[in-house]
Each structure stands twice: as structure tokens, then as C-alpha cells.
């Protein structure tokens, strides 16, 4: 004779038993220290405990900390720390029309929007090219400084100071090499400021391999870069002296100009005294 043979059948979870194969409250919370996604796992949002969900939004504010000291170091290697006050819109250095901060501020709103949804940004690259001292670092700066305030990780380095601390020993920190390029092919955003300035035609094997394998791995890689240039893209009639592309050759400024949107500041230089200087 069965022991159990009359026993009633009484479904597990009423037996203050777990039904076979179901996913407890004890096992969700390994899945999800360990990163798993719930959702796709079919697995409602059960936590009643607000303490874990608002462990994950406190991790927000030292992020956000680190995200603008990164920053900040970046710009005070640059030796640029007089433009950080950069806004669009508001504060005592807000850019004026003629550095389009509408279109500025539309290109980074699209660049949030992208890092939100994982989606590779439509417009990759902002050119900001005009002629000397028309304000194109500055509106650069403010894309920047905008940037890093609504969460993207941003990076600014002069074209030519990058080359520069690409070569063995040189970069500040006692960065390698190696780690410098790193960090400007991986943050978020980068503003590489002056675009092949201080190069001509004789620029190095170097300065051309270095600044194409920059360019190339952001663009694969789908991260935005924000460029400033005195430079055109392409010398003319009028324009005969260097361009863009004697630099960077044809494939990639075709690649690089293929998504990207132009921001041209005219104006005069601002930093032109307003009677020239007899000396
Ligand atoms: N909107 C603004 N309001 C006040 N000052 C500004 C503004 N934009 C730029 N400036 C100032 O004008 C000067 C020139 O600006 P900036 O350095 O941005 O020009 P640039 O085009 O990058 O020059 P360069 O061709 O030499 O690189 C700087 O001193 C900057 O602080
Ligand atoms: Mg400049």
C-alpha cells in the first residue's frame, strides 16, 4: 500500500512550495546583481524594496562627478580653462547668433537621444570651420561644457597636441601613448579642436597616419567628434592655400563629411584691436 496513493493533489505554490522552473524572488535578485535583463527574461518588475532602485539613482551623482572632472582635466591640459563659462543660451559667456547655437544645441539634444536608445547619432560630426578668431573654439567649448552637463562623456584636446602626446613620454600625467589614444577614441564625445592647423604639406608620415586612425576609429565606432578649422575642406581658386583633405585624404573626408552637419562662423575676429597696433 501507497503512503500517498489517496493524497489529494495540491498544486506546489499552495504547498508554500515553488512551481518547477519558476523564477523566485531570490533567484531575480542574483539574475539581476548579476546584469541580467528582466524583461527579456520574462520576469515582471516585482521589487517592493525602494532601497535597491534608489541605490541605482544615487549612482547618478558621482557619475555625473567624475564625468565633469574628466572634463575639466581635459580642458585645463588644453590649457583652455577661460572657455568653460560657454553656454548656448544663458550666463555671462553665451554664444552669439553668428556661432548658430540653435543648431548646436540641436545636434547635442540628437546626440542624447541616440546614447539613450543605443542608436548610432545620424549627424556623427559637427564641423565648425571660419576664419581666425571668429569665436569657433569657444561655440566648440559650449557644446562641450552643454554636453557634459546633460550626461555625455565628453573630451576636448587640440588637433595638434594630440599628435603631440602621441609620441613616447610626452603626454601630461604620465599618460602612455597607448592610454592617450585610447581615451580620445573611446569618450562619448570628443572636440578636436583646430583641425589640421599648424600642419602644411609636409606633415609627417606620423601627423597623417596619427590623425587618420583617429578620425577613422571614431567613425567606425559610431561616437560623435565636433571639429573647429580655419581650414576649407578643399583648396579653390580663391582659397589655394592647404585643406582638410590634403591632410586627411579623399576617403576620409568624404566618410567624415558624409554625416556630418556644417556650423560656418562668420563675423570678424574678435580679437583684432579695434585700431591696429604700430610696431
Ligand atoms: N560669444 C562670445 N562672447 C564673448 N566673447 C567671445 C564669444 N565668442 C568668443 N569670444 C572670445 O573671442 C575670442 C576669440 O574666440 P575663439 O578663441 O573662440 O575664436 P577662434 O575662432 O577659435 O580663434 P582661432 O582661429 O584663433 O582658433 C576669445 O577671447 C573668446 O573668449
Ligand atoms: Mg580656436
Known amino acids: 500500500m501507497s503512503l500517498t496513493a489517496d493524497a489529494p493533489i495540491v498544486p506546489a505554490p499552495e504547498r508554500g512550495l515553488n512551481q518547477a522552473g519558476a523564477v523566485t524572488d531570490h533567484v531575480a535578485a542574483i539574475l539581476r546583481r548579476g546584469g ?11 521589487r517592493t524594496d525602494r532601497s535597491e532602485v534608489e541605490l541605482w ?14 572634463w575639466e582635466r581635459s ?3 588644453a590649457a583652455h580653462q577661460e572657455y568653460l563659462g560657454f553656454r548656448f543660451f544663458t550666463g555671462p559667456l553665451k554664444l552669439d547668433a553668428n556661432q548658430k547655437p540653435n543648431t548646436l544645441r540641436n545636434w547635442v539634444d540628437s546626440l542624447l537621444e541616440a546614447k ?11 564641423i ?27 573630451l576636448v584636446v587640440k588637433h595638434s597636441t594630440y599628435l603631440t602626446w602621441r609620441r613616447p613620454d610626452s603626454a601630461p600625467r604620465n599618460l ?12 562619448d564625445l570628443l572636440i578636436l579642436d583646430e583641425l589640421c592647423g599648424e600642419m602644411d604639406m609636409t606633415a609627417t608620415e606620423f601627423a597623417r597616419r596619427e590623425t587618420v586612425d583617429l578620425i577613422d576609429a571614431r567613425i567606425s565606432a559610431g561616437r560623435p567628434t565636433a571639429y573647429t578649422t580655419n581650414l576649407r575642406s ?22 567624415l563629411e558624409s554625416s556630418a552637419h556644417v556650423a560656418k562662423i562668420l563675423g570678424p575676429d574678435r580679437r583684432k584691436p579695434a585700431t591696429p597696433l604700430d610696431w
Request: proline share 5%; hydrophobic share 40%; aromatic share 4%.
Open 128 to 154: 565648425i570651420p571660419g576664419n581666425i578668431g571668429t569665436g569657433k573654439t569657444a561655440a566648440a567649448f559650449a557644446v562641450g561644457n552643454e554636453a557634459v552637463l546633460r550626461g555625455i562623456d565628453t
Open 57 to 70: 539613482e544615487d549612482v547618478a551623482v558621482p557619475k555625473a562627478r567624475a564625468r565633469r572632472l574628466a
Open 75 to 77: 580642458v585645463e591640459d
Open 234 to 255: 578643399r583648396r579653390t581658386q580663391d582659397h589655394p592655400g592647404l585643406g582638410v583633405v590634403d591632410i586627411l585624404g579623399e576617403r576620409l573626408l568624404s566618410r
Open 116 to 126: 539613450r536608445s543605443g542608436a548610432r547619432p545620424e549627424t556623427l560630426n559637427m
Open 36 to 46: 541580467a535583463d528582466m524583461s527579456k527574461l520574462g520576469v515582471p518588475d516585482r
Open 176 to 187: 602612455r601613448a597607448w592610454e592617450v589614444r585610447k581615451m580620445f577614441v573611446t569618450c
